[in-house]
């Protein structure tokens, strides 16, 4: 079992920027698929952005051009930058780790929030 923690959630206002990081807090290995998810009040758990160990990324319609992914295989840690911030963003940031070699495994973060302002 490994814990992963977010950081860099915050409030903004709309148009502005964050960057979220996720890392892990005891040593691992790479894993297969690392991502984003966010859910807001009301509604279900999300796919952001997803990004693969080989640096293939997966991005959800509604932040294509606005969100960047980016993982360090050698550190394991994921990041999100996000730009050109909206309301309907507002939601708390979630990260996961998952492998998939042997034992099918996934590993989620508490989440850290992220407001935007009008």
């Known amino acids: 079992q490994v814990q992963f923690v977010e950081s860099g959630g915050g409030l903004v206002q709309a148009g502005g920027s964050l960057k979220l990081s996720c890392e892990p807090m005891q040593r691992v290995v790479t894993p297969d698929r690392m991502g984003w998810y966010r859910q807001a009040p009301g509604k279900q758990r999300e796919m952001v952005a997803t990004c693969l160990s080989d640096g293939t990324t997966d991005y959800a319609d509604f932040v294509k051009g606005r969100f960047t992914i980016s993982r360090d295989n050698l550190r394991n840690t994921v990041s999100l930058e996000m730009n050109n911030l909206e309301p309907e963003d507002t939601a708390v940031y979630y990260c996961?780790?998952?492998?998939?070699?042997?034992?099918?495994?996934?590993?989620w973060g508490q989440g850290t929030q992220v407001t935007v302002s009008s």
């Open positions: 996961k780790a998952q492998f998939t070699t042997g034992r099918d495994v996934e590993y």
